[in-house]
């Protein structure tokens, strides 16, 4: 069983920071993709970024220059530095994992989600 936990978020001012983590555990899975996704009230869930296995970025346009993925591939760990955030960043914000393992000589993919984490930015 897979669980991804995210932590860091928060209430900050507008034009302030946060780091948003999240922790995936699940000996027998390996982290492929890793993607931060945020849904305002409202509003329709929405990719931020998205991150490979190796390493590989990829923005929204709304997070490009201001906020950046990165991922500890041997911890399962992933992190979103949010930098400049605007009261339209306000959002819960979630983490995504495709994982791959092999079962009875299978291979086979999932996706998993974790709880969300509440990021509130103030004008």
């Known amino acids: 069983q897979v669980r991804l936990v995210e932590s860091g978020g928060g209430l900050v001012q507008a034009g302030g920071s946060l780091r948003l983590s999240c922790a995936g555990s699940?000996?027998?899975?390996?982290?492929?993709?890793m993607r931060w996704y945020r849904q305002a009230l409202g509003k329709q869930r929405e990719l931020v970024a998205s991150i490979t296995s190796d390493g590989r970025a990829v923005y929204a346009d709304s997070a490009k220059g201001r906020f950046t993925i990165s991922r500890d591939g041997a911890k399962n760990t992933m992190s979103l530095q949010m930098n400049s955030l605007k009261p339209d960043d306000t959002a819960d914000y979630y983490c995504n994992a495709r994982v791959a393992t092999v079962l009875a000589g299978s291979p086979y993919e999932y996706t998993y989600w974790g709880q969300g984490t509440q990021v509130t930015v103030s004008s």
């Open positions: 699940g000996s027998i899975y390996t982290f492929n993709d």
